[in-house]
């Protein structure tokens, strides 16, 4: 059974502090996932890595994959309130009957203070 | 629609009761999946269809979960019976083919109570 463990599941700030979210897993992963969710809505992605060292910027969010492709990071610089919400890695499989069969972490609930 | 639209958002059940609910995949996406998010969780996988192929059921908990996609559009996550433990968010997902990296969009999802 392939296990994601986030961390940490709670994080409460100020706005304009940084922060860092983990993911990690014994397992290895096609794909490493990361989606935000929002009270009452289902998860929006906000990117996918699938090469073992990438990392990927979006705005004032980093993602990075491990070089074994069995853990995660999100960076998230000078935070603001907006960010407020449930991030959740997810691991993918390949393709096939596996494909889309996402293993999530149980989600760091991020909380930005003004 | 534009999204992964589900029916209904809220159910209340009584315990033993069977309930039905529905997703409307993005038009013309292949693949759907059914997920299962229990309060303060991360969402579990329940079931993945390519078309109307149920291609991986191994994530569905009992025999009283079902589910069904006949025509290859709309699919329906059936639980008989329902008790207390079936209580959380059923998310459906959808995407337009059945490769690695191709983005899965999930619904709302529909909120079950059971009491």
């Known amino acids: 059974t392939q296990l994601l463990e986030q961390s940490p599941q709670f994080l409460s700030i100020q706005e304009g502090e940084n922060l860092t979210v983990y993911c990690n897993s014994s397992?290895?992963?096609?794909?490493l996932q990361w989606y935000r969710q929002e009270p009452g809505e289902g998860p929006v992605l906000l990117v996918t890595?699938?090469?073992?060292?990438e990392v990927k910027k979006l705005k004032r969010l980093t993602f990075q994959f491990g070089d074994a492709r069995k853990d995660s990071s999100l960076h998230i610089t000078a935070a603001q309130p907006g960010d407020t919400g449930l991030y959740l890695c997810?691991?993918?499989?390949?393709?096939?009957?596996?494909?889309?069969?996402?293993?999530f972490g149980q989600g760091t609930i991020l909380t930005v203070h003004p | 629609g534009a999204g992964v639209s589900q029916s209904p958002r809220y159910k209340v059940a009584k315990r033993g009761q069977d309930v039905a609910l529905r997703c409307d995949p993005i038009?013309?996406?292949?693949?759907l999946f059914w997920y299962q998010q229990a309060l303060g969780q991360g969402p579990e996988f329940l079931t993945y269809?390519?078309?109307?192929?149920?291609?991986?059921k191994s994530g569905l908990p009992s025999d009283r979960f079902f589910a069904e996609r006949p025509e290859g559009s709309v699919s329906t996550l059936k639980i008989q019976r329902t008790q207390q433990e079936d209580s959380a968010v059923y998310l459906c997902?959808?995407?337009?083919?059945?490769?690695?990296?191709?983005?899965?969009?999930f619904g709302e999802g529909s909120w079950l109570t059971v009491v």
């Open positions: 997810a691991g993918g499989s390949a393709g096939g009957t596996s494909y889309g069969k996402l293993t």
């Open positions: 397992s290895v992963f096609s794909s």
């Open positions: 269809f390519q078309n109307e192929a149920q291609l991986d």
């Open positions: 890595v699938v090469t073992g060292g």
């Open positions: 997902a959808s995407s337009q083919t059945g490769n690695s990296g191709n983005t899965i969009y």
């Open positions: 038009s013309g996406h292949v693949s």
